[in-house]
């Protein structure tokens, strides 16, 4: 079966330039997180869905960060204008809703897209 | 609030040495407890789990034990290789909801 997949793998570009990172999470996933990955900060979860419906995005950094999930086989994490203070790895992560028994469904995550802003 | 604090790396062993990596948690009600591994390159994958208080997880060689107690989960193995090099993270995932908190990760070398 397919995992979590992520586009680009890597993206370098300059300062004030538009960037678009895409995911799409494992079929049958309700759950959808975006998270970034820094040496200084770790992993910080920026914003999730659930059934394509953002429900916290107290993690996006600033106004010039902006996610969307038009279906649920696609989401978006766009960054505009950049700044090289984004430069990290952007993760994207799926998972299912909890069974009858509770507790949550196992978190998938994607390979990365690391993004570099010169 | 949901918490995780895990022990600051980075951790250097000789293969075949003993491993510990300790995690605390803070939470709300009874939350799952997870471990998640991060290969060089790679995105995380989970290692092993625990959804209640005393249950062991285990995989790989890995084990867990969910301590309501003294709220921890302490990752170990007894002798590990230099295929587990990587980034471990511990978590936590509250009983109701889907959202998952991470503590700061250890990274682990095993050297020859």
């Known amino acids: 079966d397919a995992g979590v997949i992520q586009s680009p793998r890597h993206e370098v570009t300059e300062m004030g330039q538009e960037v678009t990172l895409r995911c799409k999470p494992i079929s049958g996933h309700d759950y959808l997180f975006w998270y970034r990955q820094t040496m200084m900060r770790g992993l910080e979860l920026l914003i999730y869905?659930?059934?394509?419906?953002?429900?916290?995005d107290s993690g996006m950094p600033e106004d010039r960060f902006s996610a969307k999930m038009p279906n649920a086989s696609f989401s978006t994490l766009k960054i505009q204008p950049s700044e090289p203070r984004d430069s990290a790895v952007y993760f994207c992560?799926?998972?299912?809703?909890?069974?009858?028994?509770?507790?949550?469904?196992?978190?998938?995550f994607g390979e990365g897209s690391r993004l570099t802003v010169l | 609030g949901n918490s995780v604090t895990q022990m600051e790396g980075p951790v250097t062993l000789s293969e075949e040495a003993f491993l510990t990596i300790n995690c605390t948690y803070t939470?709300?009600?009874?939350?799952?407890l997870f471990w998640y591994v991060q290969y060089p390159g790679e995105g995380l994958q989970l290692l092993l789990k625990a959804t209640k208080a005393d249950d062991k997880g285990s995989n790989k060689g890995f084990e867990a034990t969910y301590r309501k107690e003294t709220t921890s989960f302490h990752l170990e193995k007894g002798s590990v290789q230099v295929s587990d090099s990587a980034v471990y993270f511990c978590?936590?995932?509250?009983?109701?909801?889907?959202?998952?908190?991470f503590g700061t990760g250890t990274s682990l070398t095993v050297i020859p």
């Open positions: 978590a936590l995932s509250p009983y109701t909801g889907n959202q998952f908190y």
């Open positions: 992560a799926s998972s299912s809703s909890p069974g009858l028994a509770g507790g949550p469904g196992e978190l998938f």
């Open positions: 869905f659930n059934n394509n419906v953002p429900i916290d």
């Open positions: 939470a709300t009600g009874y939350p799952s």
